[in-house]
């Protein structure tokens, strides 16, 4: 197993916590790291490598858009839709899927 990636919180003095409980954290930083088989992390990637591809495509057919995000998080988005979130595409309603909000409205084209 290789470990490709780590989310760090930095800078955070509180997390929330089911029940709606605040927990003092005694670190500035906390790290989750996913690790991922050899051959899915070569899936991962040419996934990466082609949604870049389709961004630079769309942005260029509509003439209009930015190619910062959707080219530099395009990894993180292929480790989160292709192995780290929990979802069912044919089950949109269901309950406990994850979720992914982004708040950089100028680079949506990440999420199509």
Not at 70 to 88: C, I, K, R
Request: hydrophobic letters at 50%; a neutral charge; charged letters at 10%.
């Amino acid at each position: 197993m290789l470990v490709v990636g780590a989310l760090v919180v930095a800078g955070a003095s509180a997390l929330m916590v089911p029940g709606g409980r605040v927990s003092s954290l005694t670190t500035t930083k906390m790290a989750a790291t996913l690790e991922v088989a050899p051959a899915t992390m070569e899936s991962l990637a040419t996934a990466a490598t082609e949604a870049r591809g389709l961004a630079m495509d769309s942005i260029a057919a509509a003439k209009s858009g930015h190619l910062g995000l959707p080219l530099g998080a395009a990894e993180m988005g292929a480790v989160l839709y292709g192995s780290a979130m929990t979802f069912n595409p044919e089950a949109p309603k269901w309950i406990n899927r994850d979720r992914f909000v982004l708040s950089a409205g100028h680079g949506s084209v990440f999420l199509y």
